[in-house]
């Protein structure tokens, strides 16, 4: 089964029995928005000219995603910054749309119900472990010292920003997460835009943080 690097992030950041994620909503939001600009990077179709996207291919990827992405930056009136990017992607409703179509393929399994009979909720548990199993086993020997691809540079680096790192493979060596986050693995516009998510996750979180704040 062939997955985007933001479906790979999404089975990593779920837990496979409960079906909840593992992390915080703002850290995985952005960091599935980074991991659709990294794809398009990596694919040849977005470059980054200084510190704003511009698309260079116009060909479809033929994956649903990756395909309206790349069309909504093509058809902005003008170029912005990765983290400006990522901070839309994040809040039209990715991650629910990721969620449903691994659902749809068998992956996931969508289980409705209601907390205290009132507010709708909905879990994800693992149905298909074997995409999943997959990608942990190409994670886990990277970490353990073979020569990453870019892809999986780009998924390690993705997971190091959003900090789902730690939560997913808690026993990796911090030292080899980092070297391959800031390595030479990846080409420069992957590399801003990984750094996009950083500043984007810092950005958001620190917002909720005010917001908080405000409302208490």
């Known amino acids: ?5 933001a479906e790979e992030v999404l089975l990593l950041a779920y837990r496979e029995d409960t079906g909840k994620p593992v992390i915080g909503s703002v850290e995985l939001d952005c960091a599935l928005g980074g991991a659709l600009l990294a794809e398009l990077a990596v694919r040849g179709r977005v470059d980054l000219d200084g510190a704003k996207v511009v698309p260079v291919d116009h060909t479809r990827l033929g ?3 990756l395909d309206a992405t790349l069309t909504r930056i093509a058809e ?5 910054k990765a983290d400006w990017w990522v901070g839309k992607l994040r809040a039209g409703r990715l991650r629910k749309r990721l969620l449903t179509r691994l659902a749809a393929r068998g992956v996931l399994n969508e289980q409705q119900s209601k907390i205290l009979g009132i507010f709708p ?3 994800y548990p693992e ?20 020569e990453p691809d870019e892809r999986t540079a780009v998924l390690i680096a993705v997971m190091h920003a959003a900090k789902l790192d730690r939560k997913a493979f808690p026993d990796a060596p911090k030292g080899r997460i980092k ?20 500043a984007a996750v810092a950005a ?3 917002a909720a943080t005010v917001a ?4 208490s």
């Open 76 to 80: 902005e009136p003008r170029p912005h």
């Open 121 to 123: 909720t909905t879990r």
């Open 63 to 65: 994956e649903e995603e």
């Open 1 to 5: 089964m062939t997955l985007t690097i």
């Open 204 to 206: 958001a979180t620190a």
């Open 179 to 198: 070297e391959i986050a800031q390595g030479q693995w990846t080409g420069e516009a992957v590399r801003k835009t990984i750094a996009s998510v950083h």
């Open 212 to 215: 908080a704040t405000a409302g």
């Open 127 to 146: 149905l298909d472990p074997s995409p999943e199993k997959g990608v942990r086993e190409r994670v886990q020997s990277v970490l353990a010292g073979a």
